[in-house]
């Protein structure tokens, strides 16, 4: 029965809209770029990196992610970076990917837009060229840094604005609230970009409420502790607020202990519009199929449950209306 729920989910095109571009980073490209370049990494083997994605909470996967990015550093890494995951995409039926890139951690290093874009943009290409593969970037803001670089870094984007859909807003949540980025986002909206937070994944439902009241976000990346708030989840359902939800990572981060805790067939059965993401897929173990497997292993979830995830990852894409229901048409 589950192997039977396995097959039919991986057959299904499905859309992914949280997804960080430095998180599908494998430590096989990671090696080679680090040799590359010649940049001391603290691992002797493929191996050993592996065994160092041991993570007790948010920060301690941020910091070897921030580590990891470091070997990126021309525009043919980004290519590389860009163009395996939309590989993946293709491999598991991920038919439109909503793809996040975390400029800051270049940036900060030297590395611009006009390195990173250009490869990203290339790999994109491509693979729509070669088969069909539709995806759109999200520009997400480290939220440890100031207001002043993140509005830096919005103006540095300003010749690669239509390369770009919406903004987000990612890195460590606690102690940094969406409040924090209130004109940031404001700017954003008025240069015509969508916006999305993380909010709810380590942080409290105030974080959520802030980022749908303050930054106007279209969608909250995580948002699973809203289950604790009755009055926040009233709201979401009635806007019909998105939630990309990413089971492996939220046990990876130990946001819940174990599978079979996750709050996912809550969420749905509250009417929420949730959706399944593989969030940092080389870091937290698989990819988006391997996220649906997991919540068949470990919960359950039955088929209507699952082609609701399939079809809200449509419904609460930015893709065009008409492109929305020609897939939607398409999931039975
Ligand atoms: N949360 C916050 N920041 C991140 C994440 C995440 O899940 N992944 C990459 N940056
Ligand atoms: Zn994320």
Known sequence: ???????????????????????????????????????????????????????????????????????????????????????????????????????????????????????????????????????????????????????QTLDDARHYLAMITAVGLDSAELGNPPEKFERVFAKAKSYGLKRVAHAGEEGPPEYIWGATKVLDVHRIDHGVRSIEDPDLIKHLVEKQIPLTVCPLSNTKLKVFKHMQEHNIIQLLEHGLLATINADDPSYFGGYLNDNYFALIDHLPITKPHLLQLVQNSFSASFLPEEVKQDWLAKIV
């Open 1 to 151: 029965m589950k192997n039977e729920l396995k097959t039919w989910v991986s057959g299904l095109p499905k859309a992914e809209l949280h997804l960080h571009i430095e998180g599908s980073l494998e430590p096989e490209l990671m090696m080679s770029l680090a040799n590359k370049h010649g940049v001391e990494l603290p691992y002797s083997s493929i191996e050993e990196v592996r065994a160092a994605y041991d993570f007790h909470n948010l920060q301690s996967f941020l910091d070897l992610y921030y580590l990891g990015a470091s070997v990126l550093r021309v525009e043919d890494d980004f290519y590389q970076l860009m163009f395996a995951y939309l590989t993946k995409c293709r491999a598991d039926n991920v038919v439109h990917a909503e793809i996040m890139f975390d400029p800051q951690t270049h940036t900060a290093r030297g590395i611009g837009f006009e390195v990173f874009m250009p490869g990203f943009a290339r790999a994109m290409k491509q693979a729509e060229n070669e088969w069909g593969q539709s995806s759109l970037l999200i520009m997400s803001f480290l939220r440890h840094l100031s207001e002043e670089s993140a509005l």
